[in-house]
């Protein structure tokens, strides 16, 4: 196992999407650990490091709100801007008036979590990259605040405050509740010169909830593609 880290987060609102819904936005229960990892890269990102999960400790009662959204229909297509970058002519940008939509949208309310964590260094690293060094970069950019791109909740409209912890509280949740189902990360294929490739495979698991504290290193073995 690599360097340690505890952090606390905190919200106002959140939204781990859950794939199986495909136009309306539901979310998880809790944190999928796969947007907790995106959540630390964004504090610190390396091509060489990759976090992993350890425990994630719900801090508060699981509350959901309904609310609407504006969203927009399409998407920004990557070969029109290949061909723009290419110096070929042509308008690549959307305009919401003409394909904007309302869609609703089942957000977690008022979250806290605790979460404990390790990152280990991947073949990308370079050879100055130890991990003392990046270790001792994470902790310097958690005590200043300072990220690469702002903490979210699952997405980007929903701001998370990050706080490096000493320890994490105890959990008010008792019992033991079976999450069912959840999108554990997205594991990306690799060619022959072993890069990454653009398609990913999905990666689940089935977690349970214990008195507020899921121990996600247990199902580490267990994931399903």
Wanted: glycine letters at 8%; charged letters at 25%; hydrophobic letters at 35%.
């Amino acid at each position: 196992m690599g360097y340690g880290i505890k952090i606390l987060i905190e919200g106002d609102y959140a939204l781990f999407s859950r794939p199986e819904m495909k136009v309306e936005r539901v979310s998880y229960d809790v944190p999928t650990p796969s947007a907790l990892a995106g959540l630390l890269s964004s504090i610190y990102w390396h091509p060489g490091v990759r976090y992993l999960i350890d425990r994630i400790h719900v801090l508060e009662p699981i509350r959901f709100v309904n609310i609407r959204r504006n969203e927009v229909s399409e998407k920004l297509l990557l070969s029109a801007v290949k061909k723009q970058m290419d110096g070929s002519k042509g308008d690549v940008g959307i305009y919401t008036k003409e394909c904007i939509s309302q869609r609703a949208s089942l957000l977690l309310k008022d979250v806290r979590y605790g979460v404990e964590a390790h990152f280990e260094l991947t073949d990308e690293k370079d050879a100055g990259t130890t991990p003392e060094k990046c270790y001792n970069i994470l902790l310097r950019r958690l005590r200043k605040g300072q990220h690469f791109t702002q903490p979210c909740l699952g997405c980007r409209e929903f701001s998370a405050r990050v706080t490096l912890a000493e320890q994490i509280p105890q959990s008010p949740l008792a019992g033991d509740v079976d999450l069912g189902y959840m999108l554990y990360d997205l594991q990306y294929k690799k060619n022959a010169a072993g890069k990454s490739l653009d398609s990913a495979e999905p990666r689940f698991y089935r977690p349970h909830m214990v008195d507020g504290v899921i121990d996600v290193a247990k199902y580490a073995e267990d994931v399903l593609c």
